[in-house]
């Protein structure tokens, strides 16, 4: 069994999957065992790029598939770190704070540390303040 790295593979479907890989020789029929495999699609909106991520298989629950050589058209190594953090963080989801629609769970840590009636009295003691150094 070989090492294993980071890669996407375009497959001969056209599909383009990124997982992490190990190439196994097998008795000269190597093949390929995907670990994890996931689609990633580049998305555009009004505030700018983010990356798309679903799982390759929907519905079996399994983390490793094999594929042979003749399915594959190419497949190359990725070793940026931002896309590897990326698809660590997709496949250990149940550590994230992210609610069921896939959304990030607000936090306090994420400066939602006060309440509409705090945050209206900061501001009308500061309004205040002011009111008073300008007299």
Not at 38 to 60: A, Q, S
Not at 88 to 109: A, F, L, M, Q, V
């Amino acid at each position: 069994m070989g090492e294993e790295f980071h890669a996407v593979i375009k497959l001969v479907t056209g599909e383009e999957v990124f997982a992490l890989v190990c190439v196994d020789e097998n008795d000269g029929d190597p093949i390929i065992l995907l670990m994890n495999p996931v689609i990633m699609k580049v998305m555009k909106n009004h505030v700018g790029n983010y990356i798309k991520v679903k799982p390759w298989m929907e519905i079996p629950t399994d983390s490793m598939y094999i594929i042979k050589y003749d399915k594959i058209i190419t497949m190359t190594e990725v070793k940026e770190s931002k896309v590897i953090e990326f698809y660590d963080r997709y496949i250990n989801e149940d550590d994230c704070d992210w609610d069921e629609d896939g959304k990030t769970k607000i936090s306090n840590d994420m400066g939602y540390v006060s309440t509409v009636d705090n945050a209206r009295q900061m501001l009308e003691n500061l309004y205040k303040l002011k009111d008073n150094k300008e007299s």
